[in-house]
């Protein structure tokens, strides 16, 4: 990093007056994920112009998230308070944290995922089909590593576990006119649960979840017009989607919190 003073913040960081602690630190936001996997899937010709396919899978992960110093710069530990509102980020650990040591925040994330699919395929010369359903099951949980100062009752542990259950459905139909011209329809209506980090306010310091969160609804259609000359080939696609339930999450500096560290 050549834009930094690297000999003004080690000269910084020994000065008498902070006695040791870091006036900067160098550090890293880290996920630390184990996850797990496991799918199926098959299907079954009932004749020449009928087919199913089926399958599920399952989807399992456990997530510690954490800021980790990488670097005290020269220092001998970096005091852990938030320096907007002076309050402790670890009020349970250790004041001064080193080298290695998770600080900040320190958060465990479970998500579990299950989903099962069925598929229905029609096959003619002239036209085929098909028709589709989805079933998924998803459910998150936050578990605080640190009880904070800005937050004493719903830092620390396990919170709530929110859940989602959501079906959706696609389908789709193509005609040829010929083996040079031929239309596609297609469309869907599908359901999905928002991602974890949009269903807690703050999942860094709290377990509080965003009011009446919903699974997002999703409806989109599309039509197309294939052409294949010798001397030409093209497609013409119109479509139109709809988003609804769609939660995003902004995070602000609240200067009203409390200023004595507790």
Do not use: C
């Amino acid at each position: 990093y050549p834009q930094l003073n690297w000999s003004s913040l080690y000269r910084a960081n020994s000065s008498l007056s902070f006695q040791g602690k870091a006036a900067y630190i160098s550090y890293e936001d880290t996920n630390d994920d184990q996850q797990f996997n496991v799918a199926t899937i098959g299907n079954y010709t009932f004749s020449d112009h009928l087919k199913i396919d089926f399958g599920g899978h399952y989807t399992s992960l456990d997530s510690d998230n954490y800021a980790e110093i990488i670097d005290l710069l020269g220092a001998e530990y970096h005091e852990d308070i938030d320096p907007f509102s002076n309050t402790y980020n670890d009020l349970d650990g250790n004041l001064k944290k080193i080298t290695a040591n998770p600080f900040n925040y320190f958060y465990n994330i479970r998500v579990g995922v299950g989903n099962a699919f069925a598929q229905l395929g029609i096959r003619y010369p002239k036209w085929d089909a098909f028709f589709g359903t989805n079933y998924t099951s998803t459910y998150y949980q936050r578990d605080g590593k640190f009880r904070n100062g800005r937050f004493l009752n719903t830092s620390f542990g396990k919170g709530e576990k929110v859940e989602f259950s959501n079906f959706g459905t696609k389908a789709g139909f193509t005609f040829k006119f010929s083996g040079r011209h031929w239309v596609m329809l297609n469309g869907a209506y599908l359901k999905k649960p928002p991602v974890y980090q949009n269903v807690f306010v703050n999942p860094r310091e709290n377990n509080q979840m965003v009011n009446n969160i919903q699974s997002e609804k999703i409806t989109t259609t599309d039509i197309n017009y294939f052409i294949r000359l010798p001397n030409l080939t093209g497609r013409v696609t119109g479509y139109y989607t709809r988003f609804q339930n769609i939660t995003d999450t902004v995070s602000y500096t609240h200067l009203t919190l409390p200023t004595t560290p507790y």
